[in-house]
């Protein structure tokens, strides 16, 4: 519906003839004006719009500001242009129904329209009282604010506004994001409270009740909008679970092409594969503190190679997964290379990933070491927290290993660079590593003997089971070296079993193995935790000894006092003396003291049965 009095009006004599009014219907021309001629055109979007200055310029600054102007040319019929108006022709004849006061409904599709016409045509209260942008104020903060939903529908309409740097003018945008991120740690709240209050939630409102019924309405917004929505719930306090399932859906419903493509403004170059970048470097960069799913994870990596993210977004996608490496599974791990001449699989994102995990091992128990005043039972349970995540690690790269040495594009340095990556206390046993290498050997036939030698010196032959050894012996991929090793190792064990001194310890460790146990393999973090031990021990013992001393010297100085005071009877004071201080070995000489003695005694006892049988002899 448009707003047109009288569309037979024409000026021949204008200088410039403009556009055909458009036919609007009699019902609007013939209730407010219809005797009276249109006295004013205005173009927006290439439609006119005859109208009539009084109801304008009542509530329209802009209008009011340009009448004032065409006052001054000679023009019978005023004509005037609004480029790049908000909401485009539409908005404009609701704000003209506003001014010649016919009434309309404001609604949530059209509300920003309205809001921003009305600020470009300064639809202020210094020209009217409730004016129209008045109204779509009110309209926002009383009814689209209060609703997670319908504002959410507001932020959508402000991306389909053009141009759309107006909406941020008016700070639309910002009150939707904030609006979004309290409503819902207010259904947050709400959900928590309901649940205390009542068991099972009931079927009708089962989908209502799950705390992240929202996230299906955020997944309509531009990648822009929703990464202001996620950063606002991360201040106001909303659950890190509902912030990573919203991510996740979003990456999933995003990443698979453009959303609504012929509606929607494209990103950057406006190109598919631009948005995904973008998509997905925002996700990343918007991940909580606490753990992601790996799979998650691992796909956005896998779509971040393809799509040539960053380097920092795949260096964090990275570094989070090495946080948490100890609970992949081989199938992630198995990362495909797209490009053609090279190995299957990704072997130098795998590498990365293990150098941040033993960089995060290696800082932990850096941190240890600073903070020594833990209990020995925490500083047991972080070590053996670490050792046991790398054991997991050492088994899991051993089985990596395996699966990629037949590759025959697989170069042997980088095979050996994951080989040579792990430490030694990694592996309880080396049966996983020695398959490995004997299938790299096996798909590479044609490494010469000194390669062969380079790659086995990791195997440590007295880690190999009692079935590895055998297949050592017979394995004729290997160096001749490693089966001489293997056989000497051998040779001892079978010594050690039956002089008895390890075989013990032998059976001792293939019970563990058996068992699944990994605590066989000693780590200097373990080496590193008992010394201190001992050193706090013997700190301890240290600080008993000087207790003593220093009583010790105080009853010394007490007899010094005594002996001054009655000096008559020093020989006595002086004889205790001696003899208490005889009596402390770290003053005395100590056993070789008490040893004299008694061979003295004993000397002159000898001394007195000789002296006693001559006198016994003279008798008779």
Known sequence: MGIISDSSQSNSSSS???????????????????????????VVDGESFLLHKFPLVARCGKIRKMVAKMKESSSNLPYTELRDFPGGSKTFELAMKFCYGINFEITISNVVALRCGAGYLEMTEDFKEENLIARTETYLEQVAFRSLEKSVEVLCSCETLNPQDIA??????????EAIAVNACREQLVLGLSRLNRGNESGENKQRD????????LSALRIDYYARVVSAMARTGLRSESIITSLMHYAQESLKG??????????????????????????????????VPLSFLFGMLRVGSTIDVAISCKLELERRIAQQLETVSLDDLLIPVLREGD??????????????????IEDEVEYDEEHECYENETENLTGSTCHSSLLKVGRIMDAYLTEIAPDPCLSLHKFMSLVEILPDYARVMDDGLYRAIDMFLKGHPSLNEQECKSLCKFIDTRKLS????????????LPVQMVVRVLYSEQLRMKNVMSGDSGEGILLSSQKLSSGNPSGAVSPRDTYASLRRENRELKLEISRVRV???ELEKEQILMKQGMMEKP??????????????????IFGGGPTEDKRRKANRKSRSRLERKTGRSRTESMF
Not at 210 to 217: A, G, K, Q, R
Not at 343 to 360: A, E, G, N, P, Q
Not at 568 to 584: A, E
Request: aromatic share 6%; proline share 5%.
């Open 548 to 550: 003593r001393l220093t």
């Open 568 to 585: 008559g009877h020093g020989g006595t004071l002086l004889t205790s003396l001696s003899k208490g201080i005889g009596r402390i070995s």
């Open 168 to 177: 941020e003018t008016a700070h639309i945008p910002e009150r939707c994001v």
């Open 16 to 42: 410039s003839t403009p556009p055909a009014p458009s036919i609007f219907s009699s019902s609007f021309a013939t209730r407010i004006f219809s005797d009276v001629e249109g006295d004013i055109t205005i």
């Open 210 to 217: 799950c705390p992240e019924w929202w996230i299906e309405d």
């Open 466 to 477: 009692q079935e590895a050894c055998n297949h050592v012996a017979q394995n004729d991929r």
């Open 258 to 291: 453009i959303r609504n493509c012929k509606e929607r403004t494209k990103l950057d170059s406006g190109t598919i594969e631009n948005e995904q970048r973008n998509v997905l470097e925002a996700i990343v960069s918007l991940f909580p503190n606490d753990k």
């Open 343 to 360: 190995s299957m699989y990704d072997v130098d994102t795998v590498h990365r990933i293990l150098v941040c995990f033993l960089k995060k």
